[in-house]
């Protein structure tokens, strides 16, 4: 299927051998005469792009020459196929935009083509529910529209992210973790088949049974490989409703070792995720809007200020003719865990009102203009066996409070990881996902000076990394963002020869998904 002249992948080998800077570009005043050509079912805009140029992590913004609005996938292989006739003369390149949740422009192209996938969400959702259910949704599909979709006929994804307001294809070029994942793995674990549209213009219909390279390649590939535009998502039975719960412990050791613990049980939670809270003032009132306590009086008495303490946060499914049973489980479950006693909240809510949550923090963070501000995050993959030296570093020394935004720090088994993704993930068995989730809003709305918040978390971040590599803690990152190709060589590490072989075969001209700055599309030198 896939023909390349050898020229163009001498080029490419070039380009991979070398390192690169990426450069905010100017749109090109070419494009637009070029790109009209194009037969399409949808249409491409030219003027009044700046919203494509911006994205969640708002400290990167690169303005593309045009934004494509596919209504078909043939618009999106039309559209990749006229870039690739140009040649590596032309230094266009094109990027998928999701809900343009990327943190440092990963969904750019300066000067180039986004195409935004959301306009793709109309295509059809097709629902099998059969033995082994499952459901064919659109790669510019939000995942809280598949879960309303799959609600309807009982039925439901088994992996989740934490916020659901984002693409399918966006959260499978990436992995897709939440609670869920030390049980069902993370969302590119739970996908049967994919339909790509590679660098070349092809559209490609992929699973592990059928052009098994390329499946495997854009799972967790960074869209460096193609455009995931359809997508078959496993389904499970869906519960009604969710026992949520809340403890907190004072001790690190303790803390992890109950986390463990619950993750390799057989009958166990249904979400398991836990936080880092240093210094919180009011944290237990906090959670009265939401959660009960167990016991009022003491929780009231509790004192969060100037500690340092771990909150382990888990669910448990069920349906009301299972409430009772439901209950003696929960009860059984606490009953193994050593948290401090006082610090039991638990709620009742709905699946659909689980799931979503944090869409509602999204909604009173917007109200107060707290939304689109810099987002400064740092996601680690930490292995178990050096979890307590970076946590006595980073919690103890780096960090002095998390008033900035919460941190993440949950267990995962490998073993529901899919080795042959090209997502990359600490050796050992169970490694813990480590998010620094910080928001930097200016001092000052009216100041022109530099935002004192951003460069101060983005020091902190730069510490932690530093830290990890002084003491080899063997750290991967998630959401990965890299400056050099000699980082993200040592990043892949042995999958990395993979990684460059795929590129080659799936994008020889290194057009798609430049914002990543793994590879850099340059036109061909005059002779």
């Known amino acids: 299927m896939y023909t ?34 194009i037969h399409l079912n949808g249409h491409i805009k030219f003027e009044n ?59 750019q192209a300066p000067g180039g083509i986004v195409i935004r996938m959301e306009s793709l969400r109309g295509t059809e959702t097709r629902l099998h529910a059969g033995e082994s259910p499952y459901v064919d949704v659109s790669g510019g599909e939000l995942w809280i529209n598949v879960l309303k979709e799959t609600l309807k006929h009982g039925l439901a994804p088994k992996s989740w992210t934490d916020y659901l307001h984002l693409t399918v294809g966006g959260t499978l070029s990436n992995a897709g973790v939440s609670g869920q994942a030390f049980r069902h793995g993370p969302q590119i674990s739970n996908v049967h088949e994919l339909v790509i549209v590679t660098g070349t213009g092809d559209t490609v219909k992929c699973s592990a049974k059928e052009n098994s390279d390329l499946f495997y390649g854009a799972l967790g590939g960074l869209g460096q490989f193609g455009i995931i535009t359809r997508a078959r998502i496993a389904l499970e039975p869906a519960p009604k409703m969710v026992k949520w719960i809340r403890v907190l412990y004072s001790d690190f050791t303790t803390f992890t070792e109950d986390q463990e613990m619950l993750i390799s049980m057989e009958k166990t939670f249904d979400y398991i995720e836990g936080f880092v809270i240093i210094n919180r003032t009011g944290l237990v009132n906090n959670w009265r809007s939401s959660f009960k306590p167990q016991d009022p009086v003491l929780a009231s ?152 918040n ?25 959401l990965p963002h890299h400056s050099t190709q000699d980082e993200w060589r040592a990043h892949f590490g042995d999958k990395w020869e993979t990684f460059c072989r795929r590129k080659q075969a799936y994008d020889p001209l290194a057009m798609l998904a430049p914002g990543q700055r793994i590879f850099h599309k340059a036109p061909l030198p005059l002779l």
């Open 49 to 107: 792009l700046t919203d494509f140029s911006q994205d969640f992590g708002n400290r990167f913004s690169y303005e593309p020459s045009a934004v494509l609005f596919p209504a078909s996938i043939s618009d999106i292989s039309a559209t990749i196929k006229h870039v690739f006739q140009l040649g590596a003369q032309s230094g266009l390149t094109v990027a998928a935009r999701g809900h343009g949740h990327s943190l440092q422009g990963q969904a």
């Open 4 to 37: 390349h002249n050898l020229p163009f992948l001498k080029l490419f080998m070039l380009l991979s051998l070398s390192g690169f800077a990426m450069h905010i570009s100017n749109p090109d005043p070419l494009v637009p005469a070029s790109l009209q050509s």
């Open 454 to 478: 951003l460069e101060i978390a983005l020091q902190k971040n730069k510490e932690i990394v530093e830290f990890c590599h002084s003491a080899n803690i063997g750290m991967k990152q998630y």
């Open 301 to 452: 008495q509790f004192n969060s200020e100037g500690q340092k303490l771990f909150c382990l946060e888990m669910t448990k499914n069920y349906n009301s003719e299972d409430a009772e049973t439901m209950e003696l489980e929960v009860i059984e479950l606490l009953s193994r865990l050593r948290y401090v006693s006082s610090t039991l909240f638990q709620s009742e809510v709905t699946y659909m009102e689980f799931l979503d949550r944090v869409h509602v923090s999204e909604v009173k963070l917007r109200s107060q203009g707290l939304w689109e501000v810099p987002h400064p995050w740092l996601n680690l993959l930490i292995p178990r066996s050096k979890i307590h030296e970076f946590a006595k570093e980073v919690f103890g020394k780096i960090l002095t409070d998390t008033s900035n935004g919460p941190i993440l720090l949950y267990p995962v088994n490998r073993s529901k990881w899919d080795n042959r993704s090209s997502v990359v993930i600490p050796e050992e068995e169970v490694f813990y996902l480590v998010g620094f989730l910080s928001s930097a809003p200016s001092p000052s709305s009216l100041s022109l000076e530099k935002n004192e």
